[in-house]
């Protein structure tokens, strides 16, 4: 057996036709000299013709066939609908926040994300900074000559949670996230959370409480009801919006004296996400937070395959509709048996209306239950 190396075009065409007078030999000499011409073959056409690395947009569309994802399930990763169309389309490169979230939260390769065109530089800290300093000036959260560095310097020093914060981060956190701003946040919770004069207590049966807590959905002064509620198990609750450079709907942490802390920003202002988050954050508060992971934060639009995030998700999904009450509500059911679920499990109608949307990916129906709006009126009344 002689195979010469390829160095011309004739010696290509050669290559081919002895390696097809050789396809379905089954002696094995004649199949040894058919492999070595393949990949000699395979060498050149290499060298003559290579193939081209995938453009991030390609390597982006491929992820979404696999996973079946639409443009609205990168909003969490990439920005605003607009922002999703235009990297698409082309018209726009990933930054470098947004090549880390979809590196992180759906697999892609980075080098496939970062292709051969230039990049816009990545938004750095000091800007997103700058506007998180702004809003805790606003709301009254950092001393008057304090800067962000100071504040979050005296945070650390008086609240383990915080000094705990970058070990302690699930995979529910947003990759784009600034973690200055987010530190910032949650510090900000604990100084609101340091003025309320409360114990630390044992909540003896979670899932009983849980569901209490679910049922005040359905009284008409519900948010007058739900803080001593919370108070009452040894739980407090802090309102505070999100801060530019984090993208959080809630957390569950620890105050310095061990009492659980959960906290809402109401990003989505709805009543069946304020309700899921609640409940989700109470799972976490009864079942996750320890010495060793004081706190848990989550942007529910990102995808997890934690252990404690997934438990979290079930527990609230149950002690807001019980299997049995939901059980036979499929994408089928009428408008009048959704209901009847949210009856029978004694919770507002919102909360079945935003279930069966999450479940079926079905974001038009339902759309006038939800209970848009009707969130931070209850806490902030206009």
């Known amino acids: 057996m002689t195979v010469r190396p390829i160095r011309t ?34 060498r050149w056409e290499r060298s003559r013709h290579p193939i081209e690395a995938p453009t991030p947009v390609q390597a982006i569309k491929f992820r979404m066939t696999q996973e079946g994802l639409s443009q609205r399930d990168l909003i969490p990763y990439l920005g605003s609908k607009s922002r999703v169309s235009e990297i698409l389309n082309g018209q726009r490169q990933p930054t470098v926040d947004q090549i880390r979230a979809l590196h992180q939260h759906l697999g892609i390769p980075v080098t496939s994300l970062i292709g051969s065109s230039k990049h816009e530089p990545a938004a750095g800290p000091s800007s997103t900074s700058i506007a998180a300093e702004g809003k805790l000036r606003r709301l009254g959260v950092m001393k008057t000559k304090e800067n962000l560095a100071g504040f979050l310097s005296r945070s650390r020093a008086s609240t383990p949670a915080i000094a705990m914060l970058r070990k302690t981060r699930t995979e529910r956190t947003n990759a784009k996230t600034d973690m200055a701003a987010l530190e910032a946040w949650c510090a900000a919770v604990l100084v609101r959370a340091g003025k309320i004069n409360i114990k630390k207590t044992k909540i003896g049966d979670p899932e ?65 996400n304020f309700w899921f988050t609640l409940l989700h954050e109470f799972a976490h508060v009864v079942r996750h937070l320890s010495p060793d992971r004081q706190v848990i934060l989550d942007d529910l639009d990102v995808a997890s395959s934690e252990t404690i995030e997934a438990e979290a998700d079930l527990f609230a999904r149950n002690a807001l509709i019980p299997p049995a009450v939901w059980k036979g509500i499929n994408q089928n059911s009428s408008t009048e048996e ?45």
Do not use: N
């Not at 040894?234 to 802390?261: Q, S, W």
């Not at 935003?354 to 806490?379: M, N, P």
């Open 208 to 272: 009983k409480a849980a569901r209490q807590l679910a049922q005040l959905s359905l009284l008409a002064d519900w948010q007058d009801q739900l803080v001593p509620a919370l108070h009452r198990m040894g739980i407090i609750l802090v309102i505070l919006e999100h801060l530019p450079g984090t993208f959080l709907d809630g957390a569950a942490m620890c105050r310095g004296d061990g009492v659980p802390v959960i906290a809402l920003t109401l990003r989505h202002d709805r009543l069946d």
């Open 9 to 42: 075009e004739e010696d290509y065409q050669s290559a081919l036709k002895r390696a097809a007078a050789l396809f379905g030999h089954k002696s094995p000499k004649d199949r040894d000299e058919l492999e070595v011409l393949q990949a000699v073959i395979e």
């Open 338 to 382: 959704v209901l009847d679920a949210a009856q029978r499990a004694g919770v507002h109608p919102a909360i079945a209306a935003g279930r069966w949307r999450f479940q079926h990916s079905d974001y038009r129906r339902f759309s006038k239950l939800i209970g848009r709006g009707e969130v931070k009126t209850a806490f902030v009344p206009a």
